[in-house]
């Protein structure tokens, strides 16, 4: 078969199957472009063309290899200036339980009735109460001055001024409660405490 009437054949075997590329031959052959000629008629397809892409398409190029890379593709070296370090401060979050530790609070351990244990009537204690207006008692060692002077307040309704505290050889607290003017101790131990 002669070569002339080999391209005619593979023209025609071109155009039954593709007939847009029976276009492209021609607009091809007027342009005198023998090079894809030949592709055409060797390979039965268009060649494959060479453009560049646009700027646009080649910045989405970018954006999807940045993409792909990830925010940690270059490392960057962080610049010391100082010679000590400092463990940075890092995120420490507040505790928050599944289930509470004790199914219900403990009742106060030092309520009104535990820090004063008892009111003293010796012979020495009678005597601050009638000349210096001042009521003593016994109180639990734990007990500080405010809790005391609250405990008087809850349970007795008595107001204090000053309230001095010591421990006794046999390891109990003591506590002087100096009483307001306005309230008389010799009166509230015959009332309250009945110790007179």
Do not use: W
């Not at 989405?60 to 990830?70: F, H, S």
Request: net charge positive; aromatic share 4%; glycine share 4%.
């Amino acid at each position: 078969m002669a070569p002339k009437e080999k391209e005619a054949a593979t023209l025609q075997h071109l155009v039954l199957e593709n007939p847009a590329l029976l276009e492209y031959y021609l607009e091809t052959f007027r342009e005198g472009n023998e090079l894809e000629l030949t592709l055409i008629l060797y390979t039965g397809s268009k060649a494959k063309s060479s453009k560049k892409p646009s700027k646009s398409g080649a910045k989405a190029n970018q954006a999807a290899k940045a993409a792909l890379r990830g925010s940690n593709g270059q490392k960057v070296r962080k610049v010391r200036l100082s010679t000590t370090f400092h463990r940075p401060k890092t995120l420490k979050l507040s505790r928050s339980p599944r289930y509470p530790r004790k199914s219900i609070p403990h009742e106060p351990r030092l309520d009104a009735h535990k820090v004063l244990i008892n009111p003293l009537n010796t012979e020495s204690a009678m005597k601050k109460i009638e000349e210096n207006n001042t009521l003593v008692f016994v109180c639990d060692v734990k007990a500080n001055k405010r809790q005391i002077k609250q405990a008087l307040k809850t349970l007795y309704d008595v107001e204090t001024t000053k309230i001095n505290t010591l421990i006794r050889p046999d390891g109990s607290k003591k506590a002087y409660c100096r009483l307001t003017p306005d309230q008389d101790a010799l009166d509230i131990a015959a009332t309250k405490l009945s110790i007179v």
